[in-house]
Nanobody
């Protein structure tokens, strides 16, 4: 059983940066892809970014040019570098592993989430 643990969330001012980490533990971690999703208070969970094992990446339009997803296979960790943060980026951020795509239905394993709060 693979377990995902997110970290790196916190409080940051608008225009600032944060780097989220998604560390996998358990059996050999070789999913087709890993995605980041977020859910703001009172809103539905939405896709943020994803990385395929072959290296392809995909981003939501709202974060293109500001967020970057990467991975370190040796550490079984996927990162989400977030820059030029805005108050509307405030949400709980979740990483998920399994398939690859922009829909949460492609992912079978989820972390517990990490809170990101951007103050204006």
């Amino acid at each position: 059983q693979v377990r995902l643990v997110e970290s790196g969330g916190g409080l940051v001012q608008a225009g600032g940066s944060l780097r989220l980490s998604c560390a996998a533990s358990g059996r050999t971690f070789r999913p087709t892809g890993v995605g980041w999703f977020r859910q703001a208070l009172g809103k539905e969970r939405e896709f943020v970014a994803a990385i395929h094992w072959a290296g392809m990446t995909d981003y939501a339009d709202s974060v293109k040019g500001r967020f970057s997803i990467s991975r370190d296979n040796a550490k079984n960790t996927v990162y989400l570098q977030m820059s030029s943060l805005r108050p509307d980026d405030t949400a709980v951020y979740y990483c998920a592993a399994g398939g690859y795509g922009t829909s949460s239905q492609y992912y079978s394993t989820w972390g517990q989430g990490t809170q990101v709060t951007v103050s204006s």
